[in-house]
C-alpha cells in the first residue's frame, strides 16, 4: 500500500498496516470534534511516526498514486476542522 | 468518514483541476509538463521567499541582544551612580527584549523547518519532472493517440497527486512567512521607536500579572546583583 504524507512524499507500508492507523484515524475524527488540540497534535504525530517507522520512502523516481493520503504533520485543529466541513485545507 | 478519507478527497478534488482533459492524450502529457515546470518555479519562489524571511528574523534577533548587552551596561553604570531608579528601567526592557529574543528563536526554528521541507521538496519534484518528460517522449515516440491513453493516465495521475501536495505545501508556506512578516514589521516598528512593550498583545489580565511579577522579579535579582558587584 502506498501512503502519501502531505509535504513530505510518499511510503510504501505493509497492507496489515491499515488496521491500526484507522484506529488511529478515528480517535483524530474524535478529537477534532471535541476540539482537543493537544490529543490531536499527538495522535496526528502517532499516526505519521507510525507510517515512518513502519514503511519505507518510496524513491522519487516513482510516480505512482497513493492509496491513503495523510494530512501535513503541522496541520492545526482549526485546518482539520476545515478538511472535514468546509472547503479544504486551503481554499481555492 | 475519518480525516484520511476526507483528505484523500481534498486531494482528488485538486488533482481533477490540475489534469486538463483534451482530445489527443499526447497533449495532456504536454499540458501537464508545461504545469509541473511552473510548479516547480513556484516551489523555488517559496523557497526563496522562506529563506529571506529567516534571515530577517535573524538580523533583528541581533539587534535585540545588542541592545540586552547595551540595556545591562547601562544598568551597570546606573548602580555605580547611585541611581538603582535609572538601573530598573534599563533592567526591566532588558527583560522585554530577552521575551521577545525567544520568542523570535522559536520563529526561526520554525522557518528551518519549513526551509528545509521546501528543499526537499525542489529536489523530489526535479528528479519526478525528469522521470515524466522521458515518459512523456517514449510514449508519444511509441503509441498513437488512443493507445497512449492508458498509459497517460497512469502517469498524469501519479504527477497530479504530487503536484497537488506540493502546490498545497507551497501554499501553506507563503501563508507562514507572510504571518511572519507582519509580525516582524510590527517589531520593526516599535524598535524603532523605541517602546516594547506588550509586543504580542496576547494573553488575559492574569497572564500579563504573571509576567510582570516574573519580570520584576528578574529585575530585582541583578539589580541586588550590579549592587553587589558595585560593591554597595
Known sequence: MIIRIMGEGQYRVPDS?????????????????????????QDLDRLIETIKQKGTALPAEEIVESQVIVPPSDMSLEEAKKVFNGPGLIED | ?????????VVKAKMNKIINKVEDPRETLDYSYEKQLELLQNVR??????????????LQKAKLMQSMDKLGAQAGDAVKAGRDDLARVALERKVALGAQVESLELQIQDLQKEQDKLAATEQRLTTKIEVFRTKKET???QYSAAEAQVKVTESVTGISEEMADVGMAVQRAEEKTEGMKARS??????????SLEDVTGSGDDIDRELNRMKASSGVEDELVRLKREAGR
Do not use: P
Not at chain 1, 498496516?17 to 497534535?41: K, P, Q, T, Y
Not at chain 2, 514589521?185 to 523605541?194: K, N, P, R, S, V
Open chain 2, 45 to 58: 519562489r517559496g523557497l526563496a521567499e522562506v529563506t529571506t524571511s529567516k534571515k530577517r528574523l535573524e
Open chain 2, 139 to 141: 510514449i508519444k515516440a
Open chain 1, 17 to 41: 498496516l491499515i488496521d491500526e492507523l484507522n484506529r488511529i484515524d478515528n480517535r483524530i475524527v474524535e478529537h477534532v470534534s471535541a476540539g482537543a488540540e493537544r490529543e490531536f497534535r
Open chain 2, 1 to 9: 468518514m475519518g480525516l484520511l478519507d476526507r483528505m484523500g478527497t
Open chain 2, 185 to 194: 514589521a510590527a517589531l520593526d516598528e516599535l524598535l524603532e521607536q523605541g
